[in-house]
Structure formats: structure tokens, C-alpha cells
């Protein structure tokens, strides 16, 4: 059984317009040490199914359902009270985007690394103190940093602190949301290999999400694409970076500028879709070059031992092949 | 020096350092945030300067366009001299030189309509009356694929996405038909897909009207595809100049090729290894290392000569200068 199995997951928030689809029926698993990542445009749910998981949830709420199980249980059935005990932190915790920046300037770091301790774990500040001071020696901070306020640090130093935190209270799954956005290509890939090596050393599972599918390559075992409120492709990373069959998929990967190869990158015409008032059937399909009538009802996801929510893998193989002749 | 007519800018030995902590007790010292840099940018090319945030390349962005004056060295404009030309006797060179700046969100005026963002330069620098400045307006916005332009004429920035924000951007920085842009990260603060969109449309405008670009980025794989040269630059100096081709077949500073190396390609075989990264952080502009800048962070630097002797650029291919002793 997967560590974490997501079925149907609808996270919609409440507008004056009507409710933003944000989350529309997402269903993945997670296996125990193995990473998947979320990638999709900015506004195409990725970090809202990440809060649905781990249900941080802002007011605005209008529909929140579907099935999570967490390590065999229902967590979706626990009372907020048990879920912040059981769960969050304990069991998933997350790294948010931009999370160096919100460290308080007024606590030294060690001191902030504790709060999940003492707040997850009912520990005292004193114990809590030698697990912070482990946690940033995992991370490969020196001993003193501890005693540092976050403005002392560097960019990539911040972000080994709040990596920190999320690791302190030893979870099962961590969520990295865009866990290297704001930092230099080198503190980036630093930070990385930091991550690649947590993960083997922990056997921690990770959810990463990000809008580059560069950067996806360098952690995930899974890839799940993400369009419009919905996984449009999922699937183990050698299908979707080698032989991805969903059109979006396709078009976001030629996008990629390569440093090692010479095609040039192509951009994909059009905006994504309103999520209050999504195109029925396929959400791709204004912007889709092979669309036809039959993309106007959904598209199923699952085809053989394929997952790509396009009619193209059904009856079109056949027409694609006649488009691209 | 022998004139050259395609040269549009050249930059010589130009320095441009910042006092900080005068305090009345301390002497100030000095944040040397461009140190030396000499650069030369033809007509209708793209030059792109690439560096890690605080090295300097914002700084020597800002310089070429006389936002800011140098310490030290000369800006030739078109071969006139405007390194300490006052604001007055600048107004033809804001005519002719524009800047797209990195932050779609702050850089729009939110109390403007898309039409009065735009309508201001040409206001500023007398083109036109009104009826004529209306119909540049929308003929702009129809440039940058802002269509219908009469209806995007009248929004206000917060209804416009981040894409379409930098769009308007950079019709405000071509409205008045410049020489040379300065685009300063234009495109870091937007989505992967929505960049590739922006850059196509700069080379798109460049091909039009023969502007010169000067892209100030962070990433070498756009900075590949969308410009001419590539200057890669370190703790305020340049390291390495080349033409893209040659630069991409063959880095000759260890810190281009460490750039190159942490910089992945989509592919799935990434996740079985780690990257080879170099360790530590660049260093301070205030009390930048000895000798060679990179010499710290340097695998293969030597101990009695790099950080002892400063290196100068030197041709070691047809234009590919590089600034490293050992480099051969």
C-alpha cells in the first residue's frame, strides 16, 4: 500500500465571481521513499492540492472533499484537533514557497527550529533544543548558526533552516513547494544535492512542486503534470520526460531552453483557463492544436499502462500519426 | 581609436563603487560593485551579461544607462563621451536608450491606465500630439500581441497577468523607438512557459527595428538562446566574454563551466546523481578576496599565483576573451 493515497481530491475557494476550481478531482499515490512532483503553470493548483493534503486551508473554502489516506488511515475523517497532532508536521510536513523570507527577524534560528517541537511534540523548550541543534547539522549548517538571527544569513542559509524545521519533528513525507525559486543557480544546486541526500539518508518521501521541469528531473520518481485544476499526465519520470503523450506535456517540456542541447524553445500559445468558468470536456483544448469534436466531453486519464487524460491515446494515436504526417 | 560605426556602446575599465558606513569614528570603505569592466555592444545585437545575484550585473545595467554615475572609467556612447554628462544634457540619451525592468508587479504605475503608461514618454520627450500619440499607443500595444489594443488601452495593471504586465513593459521601453534596451531579469519573475513567449517577442522586436539588447540574467540556458554573446561576469569583474557558439562549445573559466554544471536539463537519469556544485557563496564586494575573485570557490586555482595576481581578459579564441591565468 502507498504511503500516501490522494482520490478525488476537490479544493474549489468561494469568490464574488463563483468558486475558483482550483482543485478539481486529483488522484495520485506516493510510495514510501520515493518523490513525485507537481508541475504546472503558476494557477494551475499545484500548491492548493498541496494544502488540501495537508489542510491548510485559507477561509474562502467552498468545496473541500475526496479521500486521503495517510500511512493506512483515513486522515480525511480526523477532527482538525487530531489532524494537527497525528498529521501535519508529524506525519507531512511542508516547506513553503518563499519560507526563508518569513522567518521571524527577531529569533535566533535555533529558536525558531524548535517551535515545531514544542508545538507538534509537547516538548520543552531545553529538550527541544539538541534535536534543533541535530536538525541543523543534517541540513550541513555549523553549530553556531543556531545562535544567528536570520538576517545574518545567506539566501542559500535561510533555506537550509526552514528545511530544518521541516525535518525536526522526522516526517514521513515532506512537501517542497518551489523549495529553490528565489535562489542562485549554484545555492540552488546545492540545496538539491542537499535534498537528494536527506532523502536517501531519511528515506523521507518528498511532494515537489515546481513550475520547471528541469529542475522536477533532478528529484522525481513520479511526475504528475498539472493543467487547470487537474493532473492531465502521471506517470514514472522516464515516460513523461522521454515519451509523454498528453499534448500539454509535450508543449511544456519543448518550452524548456536546454543548456546541453540545440532545439530552440517553443512557447505555447494562449493563457490557461478561467477556473471559475472552465471549458467543459478537456480544459486543454482551446489552446490544443489536435483538439476535435470528442474533446468536448472529458477525457479519461487511465489507458493501459498509460495515464494521460487525452483523447489522442484512445482512437487518435492513429490520427495523430495522420497530423504529423 | 579607430572609429566603428556598428559599435553602439562601449564600456572602458568602467568602475562603479559605493560608499557605505561613514561613521564618525570609522573610515567608509567601499562596496565595489562593478570593478573594471570593459565591454563593448554593437548595433541590433543582443549582449548578455550573466552572474548570481550580487555580482554586480544590475549595478553595470543601470550604469550603461547613466541611471547611476561610475567612479571610474569611461561610457562612450555612439562614441560621445556621457560618463559625467549632468541630466540635462542626457535627454536625447533617454530617448535613445530604455530599460525593461525585472518586476512586472511594482514597475507599472497602478493608478494609470495601460494607455497613460504609455502615452507618458512620448509625452515626456514631446512626440507628436495627442491624436498621434493615441494612435502610437495602440499601434504599440498591437506590437507586443496585446490585442484587441483599444481594449487593453484602457485597463489598469492589476487586470493584466504577470505576462502580459511585462508586455506592456516592453512596449514602454520601444514606444520611443530606442537604440539600446537594458532588460534587467525581465523575465525571472514569470512562469517557465510565459518567458519563452517574452523572449521571442524581444528577438522579434530586435529583428523589426534593430535595437540592441542588453539581457541581465541569471540563466545561461535562456541567455544561449536569445542573444548573441554572453558575458559572464563575477564579484563585480568580468570573467569570461564570447560569442554564444563559442562559449557553449568551449568554457575556458572554471567558474562558467561550475555554472554550466549546476544548471540541469529536463531528464530522468538526474535523480541517480548529484550535481557538481562548488561550495561557499560569492564573496563580499567590500573587501573582495585577493588576486583573482574566484580564486576561494576556484577547483583548480593555484596557491602563490591566483591569489596574488589579478587576471586580466585575455583573446584566447577569435573573440572569446577570458580572465584566468590558467586558462589555455
Known amino acids: 500500500m502507498a504511503m500516501l493515497e490522494v482520490k478525488d481530491l476537490h479544493l474549489y475557494y468561494r469568490t464574488s465571481r463563483g468558486p475558483v476550481k482550483a482543485v478539481d478531482g486529483v488522484s495520485f499515490n506516493l510510495e514510501a521513499g520515493e518523490t513525485l512532483a507537481l508541475v504546472g503553470e503558476s494557477g494551475c493548483g499545484k500548491t492548493s492540492t498541496a494544502s488540501a493534503v495537508i489542510r491548510m486551508l485559507p477561509r474562502n473554502v467552498h468545496r473541500y472533499d475526496g479521500s486521503v489516506t495517510f500511512d493506512g488511515n483515513n486522515i480525511m475523517s480526523y477532527s482538525n484537533e487530531k489532524f494537527r497532532q497525528d498529521v501535519r508536521w ?27 517541537l514544542t508545538v507538534h511534540s509537547n516538548m520543552s523548550r531545553e529538550e527541544a533544543r539538541d534535536f534543533a541543534r541535530e536538525a541543523l547539522k543534517r ?26 524545521m521541516a525535518l525536526v519533528v522526522n516526517p514521513k513525507i515532506v512537501i517542497l513547494d518551489e523549495p529553490t525559486s528565489a535562489l542562485d543557480v549554484m545555492t540552488q544546486a546545492n540545496i538539491i544535492n542537499l535534498l537528494k541526500r536527506l532523502r536517501r539518508d531519511a528515506g523521507l518521501s518528498y511532494i515537489f512542486i515546481t513550475h520547471d521541469l528541469a529542475l522536477a528531473s533532478e528529484l522525481a520518481d513520479h511526475v504528475a503534470i498539472m493543467y487547470a485544476g487537474k493532473i492531465v499526465e502521471i506517470g514514472p519520470s522516464e515516460d513523461i520526460f522521454r515519451d509523454s503523450k498528453h499534448p500539454y506535456a509535450q508543449r511544456l517540456l519543448s518550452g524548456v531552453p536546454l543548456l546541453r542541447g540545440t532545439q530552440a524553445p517553443q512557447s505555447i500559445p494562449g493563457a490557461p483557463p478561467d477556473l471559475i468558468h472552465p471549458p467543459p470536456g478537456c480544459r486543454f483544448r482551446p489552446r490544443c492544436p489536435f483538439a476535435w469534436e470528442k474533446c468536448e466531453k472529458e477525457p479519461p486519464l487511465e489507458w493501459g499502462s498509460r495515464k494521460a487524460a487525452c483523447w489522442l491515446l484512445g482512437e487518435g494515436e492513429a490520427r495523430l500519426g495522420g497530423i504529423a504526417a | ?18 560608499e557605505v558606513g561613514a561613521h564618525l569614528i570609522r573610515a567608509s570603505s567601499h562596496v565595489r560593485a562593478v570593478d573594471g569592466v570593459t565591454l563593448t555592444i554593437r548595433r541590433g545585437e543582443t549582449c548578455a551579461i550573466v552572474g548570481e545575484s550580487g555580482c554586480g550585473k544590475t549595478t553595470l545595467g543601470r550604469t550603461i ?9 569611461r561610457i562612450l556612447y555612439d562614441g560621445r563621451d556621457i560618463t559625467h554628462l549632468g541630466e540635462k544634457d542626457l535627454r536625447w540619451l533617454r530617448r535613445k536608450a530604455q530599460m525593461i525592468p525585472q518586476d512586472p508587479y511594482s514597475s507599472l504605475n497602478p493608478g494609470y491606465t495601460i494607455q497613460r503608461i504609455l502615452e507618458e514618454p512620448l509625452a515626456i520627450h514631446g512626440v507628436g500630439d495627442a491624436a498621434e500619440r493615441s494612435d502610437l499607443v495602440l499601434k504599440a500595444l498591437e506590437e507586443v500581441k496585446l490585442e484587441p489594443p483599444t481594449q487593453f488601452a484602457r485597463k489598469y495593471p492589476h487586470m493584466l497577468s504577470g505576462g502580459q504586465r511585462q508586455r506592456v513593459a516592453v512596449a514602454r521601453a520601444t514606444i520611443l523607438k530606442p537604440e539600446l534596451v537594458v532588460a534587467d531579469e525581465p523575465v525571472s519573475m514569470l512562469d517557465a512557459s510565459v518567458r519563452i513567449s517574452i523572449l521571442q517577442l524581444l528577438k522579434e522586436l530586435q529583428e523589426k527595428h534593430g535595437i540592441a539588447f ?12 536569445f542573444s548573441d554573446r554572453i558575458a559572464i561576469m563575477y564579484a563585480g569583474h568580468l570573467a569570461e566574454t564570447a560569442p554564444v557558439d563559442s562559449l557553449m562549445r568551449e568554457p575556458l573559466h572554471p567558474y562558467t ?19 557538481l556544485a562548488i561550495p561557499g557563496e560569492p564573496p563580499s564586494l567590500v573587501s573582495p578576496p585577493s588576486g583573482c575573485s574566484f580564486h576561494p570557490r576556484c577547483p583548480i586555482a593555484r596557491a602563490g599565483w591566483c591569489d596574488l595576481e589579478t587576471p586580466e581578459l585575455r583573446e584566447l579564441r577569435p573573440s572569446h576573451h577570458v580572465a584566468c591565468h590558467l586558462a589555455e
Open chain 2, 1 to 18: 581609436m579607430k572609429e566603428d560605426h556598428d559599435v553602439v556602446l562601449r564600456l572602458e575599465n568602467l568602475q562603479v563603487w559605493f
Open chain 1, 90 to 116: 508529524k506525519g507531512v510536513s511542508i516547506v513553503f514557497q518563499g519560507a526563508m523570507n518569513s522567518l521571524s527577524p527577531v529569533l535566533r534560528v535555533g529558536y525558531q527550529v524548535t517551535e515545531p
Open chain 2, 214 to 225: 542588453v539581457y541581465i540574467t541569471h540563466d545561461l540556458a535562456t541567455a544561449k538562446y
Open chain 2, 257 to 275: 563551466n561550475a555554472l554550466m554544471e549546476a544548471l540541469p536539463d529536463p531528464d530522468p537519469d538526474n535523480r541517480f546523481r548529484e550535481r
Open chain 1, 139 to 164: 541540513v550541513r549548517l555549523p553549530d553556531y548558526i543556531a545562535d544567528r538571527y536570520p538576517h545574518e544569513l545567506s539566501g542559500g542559509m535561510k533555506q537550509r533552516v526552514v528545511i530544518a
Open chain 2, 65 to 73: 544607462l547613466r541611471l547611476l554615475e561610475p567612479t571610474g572609467g
